[in-house]
């Protein structure tokens, strides 16, 4: 009943900034929670960060500091703004929400931090 896209990946410098997008098919206002993860090469899927319907914010505490999670009502879009970027930053970025007691996911994007 969600589908979740997510958009911006590709390769990036260290010690650059980036930013994500995830558009949701539905009213962002009308989703719990949105999240962004992370799943690296060999490891298991992380929880990176989250906003609520409230607009509060949380983050995993490898990112805090250097990532922010913001949305844009009118254009349905969750982001997620990277900077320092680290090599170990490297992994499959996937955008999550809960609507009515299930979890969905978008398909992934991979960012590619080079040294």
């Known amino acids: 009943q969600v589908q979740l896209v997510e958009s911006g990946g590709g390769l990036v410098q260290a010690g650059g900034s980036h930013r994500l997008g995830c558009a949701a098919s539905?009213?962002?206002?009308?989703?719990?929670?949105t999240e962004w993860w992370r799943q690296a090469p060999g490891k298991q899927r992380v929880w990176v960060a989250t906003?609520?319907?409230?607009?509060?914010?949380a983050y995993g505490d490898s990112v805090r500091g250097r990532f922010t999670i913001s949305r844009d009502s009118a254009k349905n879009t969750v982001y997620l703004q990277i900077n320092g970027l680290k090599p170990e930053d490297t992994g499959v970025y996937f955008c999550?929400?809960?609507?009515?007691?299930?979890?969905?996911w978008g398909q992934g994007t991979q960012v590619t931090v080079s040294s």
């Open positions: 999550a929400s809960w609507y009515q007691g299930s979890h969905y």
């Open positions: 539905r009213d962002i206002g009308s989703l719990e929670t």
């Open positions: 906003i609520t319907q409230g607009s509060s914010t």
